[in-house]
Nanobody, 126 residues
Framework: QVLLVESGGGLVQAGGSLRLSCAYSGRRTLSDYAMGWFRQAPGKEREFVATISWTGANTDYADSVKGRFSISRDNAKNTAYLQMNSLKSDDTGVYYC??????????????????WGQGTQVTVSS
């Protein structure tokens, strides 16, 4: 079984920063999975935010967050991170981390992932 637990969400003013963490536990190690972050705003569909490869060598971001968000991972700590800077009200939503054991050229769809966390709320006030 895989358990992903997000933390670090909260209320922040526009222009501020937050760092989300995603703690992994399971029979394998975090290095066996590519990781991703998604978000879902009220009344909207879940959308891709960022993804990082097994070793952290490759990352990809949604256009809406490029230059503001940074995804990283510490396999020794079994934790993935999402650093969010210059936050905007449009960034408000529930943020989910996800793990993928699949060999794919890209992981920007929810169906590309095998396991999901329960989510953490991020609210950006304008």
């Amino acid at each position: 079984q895989v358990l992903l637990v997000e933390s670090g969400g909260g209320l922040v003013q526009a222009g501020g920063s937050l760092r989300l963490s995603c703690a992994y536990s399971g029979r394998r190690t975090l290095s066996d999975y590519a990781m991703g972050w998604f978000r879902q705003a009220p009344g909207k569909e879940r959308e891709f935010v960022a993804t990082i490869s097994w070793t952290g060598a490759n990352t990809d971001y949604a256009d809406s967050v490029k230059g503001r968000f940074s995804i990283s991972r510490d396999n020794a700590k079994n934790t993935a991170y999402l650093q969010m800077n210059s936050l905007k009200s449009d960034d408000t939503g529930v943020y989910y981390c996800a793990a993928s054991a699949r060999f794919l050229s890209a992981r920007v769809r929810g169906i590309d992932y095998d396991y999901w966390g329960q989510g953490t709320q991020v609210t950006v006030s304008s």
